[in-house]
């Protein structure tokens, strides 16, 4: 069974540029969601995706992101215009929907880099 | 606010010893902690988890300790190897299809 994986693995661009990463889950996981590390600090949540539906969005910074989930498959987030504290990686995790306690499902993470 | 610290921020330990990472927590809503091992160029994994109505879960030579009245838990590593050298984050969260919260990681050195 293939992992979670995300798209690019590095990405290195501009101020003021637009960058779009992508996650696809784990297939039948209808849980996604997103988190930022950055410089070192603690893992971020940024937003939750049930199936297509955004379940929680209570982390992301502010109106220069935008995550979609079309289809309640793959995932992409979108940074517009980035800005020089965007730089970190992007981690992306999925989960089934069961009730129940069950692990969250990490990729290897998006390296933003914002110069 | 950070809502659960962890420390130490990093821990170099001779093989064989035994490594302690502890974290603390806030929200007393929490009711789900698991530990993520993280290697460079992957993305975290489930190491091991607990909820608070144990005190102690131990898998092979990881153990979580856990206090449930001083909002504290702790990973030790038993017999510990070069290759668990990798950063270790603690976590919490209302269930596990929540959003985690996240300690800020412990870089863990395992000297041969």
């Known amino acids: 069974e293939a992992g979670v994986t995300q798209f690019p693995s590095h990405s290195v661009i501009e101020k003021g540029q637009t960058v779009t990463l992508r996650c696809d889950p784990i297939?039948?996981?209808?849980?996604l969601y997103w988190y930022r590390r950055v410089m070192g600090k603690e893992i971020k949540f940024l937003l939750h995706f049930v199936k297509e539906s955004k379940q929680d969005e209570s982390g992301m910074p502010n109106n220069r992101f935008l995550a979609e989930r079309t289809g309640g498959t793959y995932s992409t987030l979108k940074v517009q215009p980035a800005e020089l504290e965007d730089s970190g990686v992007y981690f992306c995790?999925?989960?089934?929907?069961?009730?129940?306690?069950?692990?969250?499902?990490f990729g290897p993470g998006t390296r933003l880099t914002v110069t | 606010q950070q809502q659960v610290k962890q420390s130490p921020q990093s821990l170099i330990v001779q093989k064989g010893g035994i490594s302690i990472i502890n974290c603390a927590y806030e929200?007393?809503?929490?009711?789900?902690f698991p530990w993520y091992q993280q290697f460079p160029g992957k993305g975290p994994a489930l190491l091991i988890a607990?909820?608070?109505d144990v005190s102690e879960k131990k898998e092979g030579r990881f153990t979580i300790s856990f206090n449930k009245s001083a909002k504290q838990f702790s990973l030790h590593i038993m017999d510990s190897q070069p290759g668990d050298s990798a950063t270790y984050f603690c976590?919490?969260?209302?269930?596990?299809?929540?959003?985690?919260?996240w300690g800020a990681g412990t870089k863990l050195i395992i000297k041969p």
């Open positions: 995790a999925s989960s089934p929907l069961n009730r129940g306690f069950y692990e969250q499902y």
């Open positions: 976590a919490a969260s209302m269930n596990s299809n929540y959003q985690l919260i």
């Open positions: 297939s039948g996981h209808d849980n």
């Open positions: 607990i909820r608070p």
């Open positions: 929200n007393t809503a929490f009711d789900y």
